[in-house]
C-alpha cells in the first residue's frame, strides 16, 4: 500500500493556501458587526488580545472560504448591473466603538450582507417560513445605521443550488434596533 501514497494532495494544497492567506491575527480593537453571534466573552478577551484556546480547523477555514468565493462571485455579477457598486464598504462607529465592513453598497443607497448556507439548513430555512438569524440582521443594520442608509439586504445563497433568499431589513425596525443596542 505504502506504493499508493500520493505525491501531491489537492486537499492539501488547499489547507495549506487558506491557512497562508489568514497570516497573523490582527489585533482586535473595536467592536465588530460580523462577530455579533459570537460568544461575547470571545470576543471581549479577543479585545483584551487573549489568543483563542482552539485555532480554527482546515475544515473551518475551509467553509469561510467557500463563503468569500461565493460573495466574491455575487458581488461580480451585481456590478455588472448596478450603476454603482462598493464592496467591502468600511464601517466605523466611534461614539459605540464599532468597526467593521458591510459586504457592499449598491447604487449608494441599499446595504448588503451576503451569506452562504448549505442547501439542507437553507431549504429548511425556506419550508419552514422561518426568517434569517437574528445575529446576520444586527451585523446588517448595524451598517445600515452606520452608512445612514435606510434599508438593507440580507441575501442568503444556498451552496448546492444557487438558490437566493432575500430579506430586506429597515432602519426603523425596532426589534432589531433594540437588539443590536
Known amino acids: 500500500m505504502e506504493d499508493l501514497k ?13 491557512a497562508e492567506e489568514q497570516g497573523e491575527r490582527r489585533k ?14 470571545g470576543m471581549y478577551l479577543e479585545r483584551m488580545g487573549v489568543e483563542p484556546d482552539t485555532p480554527f480547523d482546515a475544515r473551518t477555514l475551509r467553509v469561510f472560504q467557500v463563503g468569500k468565493i461565493f460573495e466574491g462571485w455575487v458581488s461580480d455579477l ?9 464592496t467591502q464598504v468600511r464601517l466605523e462607529w466611534p461614539e459605540w466603538d464599532v468597526t467593521g ?20 439548513s437553507f ?10 438569524n437574528e445575529n446576520n440582521l444586527i451585523q446588517l443594520w448595524l451598517g445600515i ?25 429597515y ?11
Open 6 to 18: 500520493p505525491l501531491f494532495s489537492v486537499q492539501n494544497a488547499i489547507d495549506k493556501s487558506i
Open 28 to 41: 482586535v480593537t473595536s467592536w465588530q458587526p460580523s462577530r455579533i453571534g459570537s460568544c461575547r466573552t
Open 78 to 86: 451585481i456590478k455588472k448591473q448596478s450603476t454603482s457598486y462598493q
Open 101 to 120: 465592513y458591510a459586504d457592499a453598497l449598491v447604487n449608494d443607497e441599499l446595504v448588503y450582507e451576503f451569506k452562504s448556507k448549505h442547501s439542507k
Open 123 to 132: 431549504w429548511y430555512m425556506v419550508n419552514k417560513g422561518e426568517g434569517p
Open 145 to 169: 445605521k452606520i452608512l445612514g442608509k435606510k434599508e438593507g439586504r440580507l441575501a442568503i445563497i444556498s451552496k448546492d443550488d444557487l438558490t437566493i433568499a432575500e430579506f430586506v431589513l
Open 171 to 181: 432602519l426603523e425596525n425596532e426589534r432589531i434596533s433594540e437588539a443590536a443596542m
